[in-house]
């Protein structure tokens, strides 16, 4: 049964970084691919990045130029880093892989 968990959110100030980590159990992992979506206050869950398991990457508009995502296959993980956040990037932030939900990590942006 494939199991994932984040980490690695916080309350962080605006401008500030962060660092998600999303740790998967699965044999597949590096075939698969990983996707991170957010769910803010009151709105739909939506799609910011994700990640072939050869390493080709999307970006949703919203997550162009501050987001970076990545894996290492090697840990069975895979990363958001989210650069000068700003107020509305605060949501529960998941990691999607195999049909499977982590329990999501909450970020919040404020001074």
């Known amino acids: 049964q494939v199991q994932v968990v984040e980490s690695g959110g916080g309350l962080v100030q605006p401008g500030g970084s962060l660092r998600l980590s999303c740790e998967v159990s699965?044999?597949?992992?590096?075939?698969?691919?990983v996707d991170w979506y957010r769910q803010a206050p009151g709105k739909r869950r939506e799609l910011v990045a994700s990640?072939?398991?050869?390493?080709?990457?999307y970006y949703s508009d919203s997550a162009k130029g501050r987001f970076a995502i990545s894996r290492d296959n090697a840990k069975n993980s895979a990363y958001l880093e989210i650069q000068n956040l700003k107020p509305e990037d605060t949501a529960v932030y998941y990691c999607?892989?195999?049909?499977?939900w982590g329990q999501g990590t909450q970020v919040t942006v404020s001074s």
């Open positions: 999607y892989f195999d049909q499977t």
């Open positions: 990640i072939t398991g050869i390493g080709s990457t």
């Open positions: 699965s044999g597949v992992f590096s075939f698969g691919a």
